[in-house]
């Protein structure tokens, strides 16, 4: 039904940014809610941020004041801009987004996830 479509995702400096795109793509009956992911290695998958479609965004506390979560209702695509990264926001980051399919059924859709890795 959704195809998620993740894009930014790389190396970088301790300190520096990166911001992840996701796409949308295929049909729905609606998009709701949308966010990211992360998953270290030996660790569960975690919340990173999530997102409304009408903007409420939520934040894990170890991202607050750093990571900023945004949507363009329009494109349906979701960003994540990650700011003074640290070594320990280093994981396979994930993009979720949950739909009403077009049989009307809430559904959560992933990406394949895309890597970051924060050096130090």
């Known amino acids: 039904q959704v195809q998620l479509v993740e894009s930014g995702g790389g190396l970088v400096q301790a300190g520096g940014s990166l911001r992840l795109s996701c796409a949308t793509s295929?049909?729905?009956?609606?998009?709701?809610?949308m966010g990211w992911y992360r998953q270290a290695p030996g660790n569960q998958r975690e919340l990173v941020a999530t997102?409304?479609?009408?903007?409420?965004?939520n934040y894990a506390d170890s991202v607050k004041g750093r990571f900023t979560i945004s949507r363009d209702n329009a494109k349906i695509t979701v960003y994540l801009q990650m700011n003074s990264l640290r070594p320990e926001d280093t994981a396979v980051y994930y993009c979720?987004?949950?739909?009403?399919?077009?049989?009307?059924?809430?559904?959560?859709?992933w990406g394949q996830g895309t890597q970051v890795t924060v050096s130090s």
């Open positions: 979720h987004a949950e739909a009403t399919t077009t049989r009307l059924v809430a559904t959560s859709y």
């Open positions: 997102i409304t479609s009408g903007g409420s965004t």
């Open positions: 295929g049909v729905a009956f609606r998009i709701n809610d």
